[in-house]
């Protein structure tokens, strides 16, 4: 039973181009939750999505991002127009039924240019 | 506001060594506290504590949670190199859909 799997591990973006994140839960996991890490800083909320539904968005910029979890198909973290300040290790987490145990993917490291 | 705060920031101790791991927090309708550690990357799960006073235990790893006094501690004896990790406390609230707030971590290091 592969667990969370994200990819790509590491994503090198200039500034203005766009950053596309992908996480796929473990099997049987509806739930997904993505996060954000900044050096020395902990883990902060950004988006959680049950299958063709955001249930709670308050954690992601009003502008450029956007997060989608369709039918068919991993979870998708979209950033358009990457500035500096989004450079940040980028966490998935799945759960079957929300919330409490979380299993985390390996991350993505985005760096921009 | 919700808030997890974690000490000490870091800690560097010798192998064999017993360390303890603080985590205090302010969360609306508390349902649970989790510990996890973090190598390199993905966050793995320790423990899930909701009931006052009662130890969970894994080798050597144990955590408790006082309620009262709100804060957790995660005790690790006879320290490895492998314990080498960031350790996050996440508190989990009832209310609303993103009620999971993690704190800092804790960033141990163990020198042989």
């Known amino acids: 039973n592969a667990g969370v799997m994200q990819n790509p591990r590491h994503l090198v973006r200039r500034r203005g181009q766009e950053a596309r994140l992908r996480c796929s839960p473990m099997?049987?996991?509806?739930?997904v939750y993505w996060y954000r890490q900044l050096p020395e800083e902990g883990l902060k909320f950004m988006v959680y999505?049950?299958?063709?539904?955001?249930?709670?968005e308050s954690g992601m910029p009003k502008e450029r991002f956007s997060a989608e979890f369709p039918k068919e198909g991993p979870s998708i973290l979209r950033i358009q127009q990457v500035v500096r300040g989004d450079s940040a290790a980028y966490f998935c987490?799945?759960?079957?039924?929300?919330?409490?145990?979380?299993?985390f993917g390996s991350g993505t490291q985005l760096s921009v240019l | 506001e919700d808030k997890v705060v974690q000490s000490p920031l870091s800690l560097v101790v010798h192998e064999g060594d017993t360390v303890t791991l603080n985590c205090s927090y302010e969360v609306t309708n508390f349902r649970s506290l989790l510990w996890y550690k973090q190598e390199k990357k993905a966050p793995t799960f320790l423990f899930m504590l909701t009931s006052s006073g009662i130890e969970k235990k894994s080798g050597r790893l144990s955590s408790i949670l006082d309620k009262k006094e709100l804060f957790s501690i995660l005790n690790i004896t006879a320290t490895q190199t492998g314990d080498s990790a960031i350790y996050l406390c996440a508190v989990e609230s009832q209310t609303g859909a993103n009620n999971l707030f993690f704190g800092t971590g804790t960033r141990l290091t163990v020198i042989p």
């Open positions: 999505l049950q299958k063709e539904n955001i249930i709670d």
């Open positions: 987490a799945s759960s079957p039924q929300g919330r409490q145990k979380l299993f």
């Open positions: 099997k049987g996991h509806s739930h």
